[in-house]
């Protein structure tokens, strides 16, 4: 028999040499083919409801909000409530104590426990309204609806975040 080519195709000679380049050659043409043809991936693949878009922030949502109408994000930033259902995301605070949102996303749906527990608040400050706040990774549904009153996020998981 002949020897092992550069293909790792073992050598045949003669008309057996030319079949093994032609089986060679067509399926190096169809790897080509098919990897020419596939369509290229977008450097922002569009999410599909169980792939979210993100990580984002507040002000990404709110400058192209139309584009994440109705799809599932994940955005890392801050959160601030005063309590209750008053609830927001927010890509900064001023300072003061306690800080104050600064441009906001109302955010629906109830902060865990365990979530609240590691943030900061001004609970048992005396003569201090209260206020909790920190840095937070949240998930849920953006809504942007034409004639809705304000962007909003339906919350799905929320976690601390801490940059870094």
């Known amino acids: 028999m002949g020897s092992v080519g550069v293909l ?12 093994a380049f032609a089986a060679v ?15 290229r991936p977008s450097l922002s693949p569009t999410p599909t409801p169980d792939v979210p878009a993100g990580p984002l922030t507040v002000g990404q949502l709110l400058s192209t909000p139309a584009a994440f109408d109705g799809r599932l ?47 900061d608040s001004t609970a048992g ?4 309204a209260f206020a ?14 034409a004639g809705a009153a304000e962007p909003w996020l339906e919350l799905r998981e929320i976690r601390v975040f801490v940059p870094g």
Do not use: K
Not at 125 to 128: A, D, K, M, Q, V
Not at 132 to 145: C, D, K, L, S, T
């Open 25 to 39: 050659a067509l399926v190096a043409g169809a790897v080509l083919l098919t990897a020419c043809s596939s369509s």
């Open 73 to 119: 994000v994940i955005v890392r930033t801050g959160y601030w409530s005063r309590g209750g259902a008053e609830q927001y995301l927010t890509d900064g605070f001023l300072e003061s104590y306690p800080p104050q949102p600064m441009q906001t996303l109302p955010l629906v749906g109830d902060l865990p426990d365990d979530v609240a527990a590691r943030l």
């Open 125 to 128: 400050e005396p003569g201090l």
């Open 132 to 145: 909790v706040w920190g840095q937070v990774e949240a998930m849920g549904i953006f809504h942007a609806a």
């Open 8 to 19: 790792g195709v073992m050598s045949l000679g003669g008309a057996g040499r030319g079949r």
